[in-house]
């Protein structure tokens, strides 16, 4: 697992949702299987959209769980990590090195520590589209949607045709932003420009239930 993971809205400027459009957003959620919607790595493979799964999902569920004790929990990530901080020691300025650590913080849920490594590797690579979409993906977990969408925005400038970015985008504008026309066209461009991504027709159903929310909002209840 190695790298090389909007429309901005005012304060104040959403309309109240109505019940159609809670509606709309609640089965486009169902849709997803879980509650915040999963975000690819930024080094993922398409057809590995079932292993980026966000916590509580499917496909995690099908992982081996993690401890609950938070003791245990750090006592594992303090031992996984002991190899990889040698290797940052031992070579700082190599990107994947430092991305490490990054990847195990994020696979333990603990997003904040990854953004920390993150944000290092892309001092040295600043033009890495993996790692700026990684990023963006630890900052949506954490709850800043606005961040998640800048990063997300910078991996496009780099790779505009990046596949991950363009399904994160999505995700993020619609269930962080509440935003679905923004969400259609990150996806529309992602099957524009990815003629053969594997869950074409899983992306196509997103944008079907979109543009039902687009009319949803088109005629208030």
Not at 87 to 99: G, H, K, T, Y
Request: aromatic fraction near 8%; hydrophobic fraction near 40%; charge should be negative.
């Amino acid at each position: 697992m190695t790298m090389t993971k909007a429309a901005q809205i005012s304060p104040g400027s959403e309309a109240p949702w109505t019940s159609t459009q809670a509606y709309l957003l609640a089965a486009f959620c169902l849709v997803l299987g879980v509650t915040l919607g999963y975000l690819f790595r930024g080094s993922a493979a398409p057809d590995a959209t079932t292993a980026s799964a966000a916590p509580g999902s499917a496909s995690a569920a099908t992982q081996d769980p993690a401890p609950q004790d938070p003791a245990q929990m750090t006592a594992m990530l303090d031992k996984a990590t002991v190899p990889l901080l040698a290797a940052i020691r031992n070579n700082p300025n190599d990107l994947e090195s430092i991305v490490g650590p990054g990847n195990v913080y994020y696979d333990a849920q603990q997003y904040p520590q990854a953004i920390h490594y993150y944000e290092q590797a892309l001092q040295l690579q600043p033009e890495n589209a993996d790692v700026t979409t990684d990023l963006g993906t630890a900052y949506w977990y954490t709850g800043d949607a606005d961040k998640a969408i800048a990063q997300f925005k910078q991996s496009l400038k780099i790779r505009p045709n990046h596949a991950g970015t363009l399904f994160n985008l999505g995700i993020v504008e619609w269930q962080g932003k509440m935003d679905p026309s923004a969400a259609v066209t990150a996806w529309e461009q992602l099957l524009k420009t990815n003629p053969d991504y594997p869950q074409k027709q899983q992306i196509e159903g997103f944008i079907a239930k979109a543009k039902q929310h687009l009319k949803g909002s088109a005629h208030p209840s």
